[in-house]
């Protein structure tokens, strides 16, 4: 059976500077088997040929919030109601699961200081150019989860595509 996952983020990664007006960090992945991939993209395109007229439009949920670029119909409120309901439904009704984290960087810095921002930047690196030595991927490394044969790759990192 293939799966497909789809990652987005939400908010800034960064632990340097925290927006008190949204001072979280979400990563967001939605997998689905192959055939509910193709199911829920039928779905969208309809909504998006119903709403926009064209499947061309990209659903950005801050354009859609803003209602700015083709979302601007959005601002009549029966229309935002019918997009939205139908929208909805599609999510509600779609076959995926949802797997996430998130961080409210505020309490995260003052619990765990800045770890976790020194150990994602080696693994950058390695990720960038792998036969690059870079000492402190090498710490890191040691650190990933592993499977039962002590194996991280596909385990404590996976690296798309």
Do not use: W
């Not at 803003?66 to 119909?73: I, L, N, R, S």
């Amino acid at each position: 059976m293939k799966y497909r996952l789809f990652v987005d983020e939400s908010g800034d990664p960064s632990l340097s500077s925290v927006n008190a007006d949204f001072p979280v960090f979400v990563l967001l992945g939605c997998l689905f088997e192959d055939s509910a991939y193709q199911d829920i993209c039928t779905e969208i395109t309809e909504l998006k040929k119903e709403f926009f007229g064209s499947e061309h439009a990209i659903l950005h949920s801050r354009d859609i919030r803003k209602c700015e670029g083709v979302f601007v119909k959005l601002f009549d409120l029966n229309v935002k109601e019918k997009f939205y309901k139908k929208l909805n439904s599609i999510l509600e009704n779609g076959n995926y699961i949802v797997i996430s984290v998130g961080i409210n960087k505020k309490e995260f810095i003052e619990k765990y200081g800045k770890i976790a921002d020194l150990c994602a930047y080696p693994v950058a690196r390695h990720i960038i150019n792998p036969k690059e030595p870079y000492p402190a991927y090498d710490i890191v490394e040691k650190k990933f989860r592993k499977n039962s044969s002590g194996s991280f790759v596909g385990y404590g990192l996976k690296i798309f595509p």
